[in-house]
């Protein structure tokens, strides 16, 4: 089945320091989203991506749509403690149909 | 977004005994997923479940073990059955957005003693 390559695994930063992660496919996705999950928390959706090389932000946050359909970005910058987290990719092939994720990464802030 | 609860919100369950897992939606929705977190993972999807008509299950998922119900347009419920301790896990209802993005419930947390 398709799977989802997310990198890094983790990641330990400074307060304000930018983070930068991302995820690959062998397949095309037609959607890409990111989302984070706290500790007892369900995924909240952060960023959605629907055109190959669109860049979109979210407050301090900007992810791409990979030109090729198979990658993604997704940047944090000035980190904050709050920060800290799960970061999940996912893709999806038509809208509304379920999704593919990636296996997350680790984000710890030290302030 | 959509507002999804979910019920449990947790529970401790002995080895071979069945818990069913309730997902209410706040607006119609035609499909809802089910999808399962266990410890330190990412999420893997169970089952596709459509009001009117039987779940999809995903390669390795088996309706006698996860049995869906889906009764209306904005409810649906997931039987882990006859659990063992590899089930505990945490157990997610998602829906689709009105751009196709999926929301979340806060999960159901499943642990199997």
């Known amino acids: 089945g398709q799977q989802l390559n997310q990198s890094p695994q983790s990641m330990f930063i400074q307060e304000g320091e930018d983070v930068s992660m991302n995820c690959t496919s062998s397949?095309?996705?037609?959607?890409w989203l990111w989302y984070k999950q706290d500790p007892g928390e369900g995924p909240v959706l952060l960023i959605a991506l629907y055109k190959a090389g669109e860049l979109t932000s979210n407050g301090r946050l900007t992810a791409q749509f990979g030109i090729t359909r198979k990658d993604s970005f997704l940047n944090i910058s000035a980190s904050i403690p709050s920060d800290v987290g799960i970061y999940f990719c996912?893709?999806?092939?038509?809208?509304?149909?379920?999704?593919?994720f990636g296996k997350g990464t680790t984000l710890s802030v030290s302030s | 977004s959509a507002v999804i609860s979910q019920k449990p919100s947790r529970d401790i369950c002995q080895r071979g005994t069945s818990l069913t897992i309730q997902c209410q939606v706040d607006s119609q929705v035609t499909m809802m997923f089910w999808y399962r977190q266990q410890p330190g993972q990412s999420l893997t999807l169970i089952a596709t479940?459509?009001?009117?008509?039987?779940?999809?299950?995903e390669s390795g998922f088996v309706i006698d073990k996860f049995p869906i119900s889906r009764p209306n347009l904005t409810f649906s419920t997931l039987t882990v059955s006859n659990m063992s301790p590899e089930d505990s896990s945490i157990y997610l209802c998602?829906?689709?957005?009105?751009?196709?993005?999926?929301?979340f419930g806060e999960g159901s947390r499943l642990t199997v003693l």
């Open positions: 998602s829906v689709a957005g009105a751009t196709g993005e999926l929301f």
């Open positions: 397949s095309i996705f037609n959607t």
């Open positions: 479940a459509n009001q009117g008509s039987e779940a999809t299950y």
């Open positions: 996912a893709g999806q092939l038509q809208a509304g149909t379920a999704l593919i």
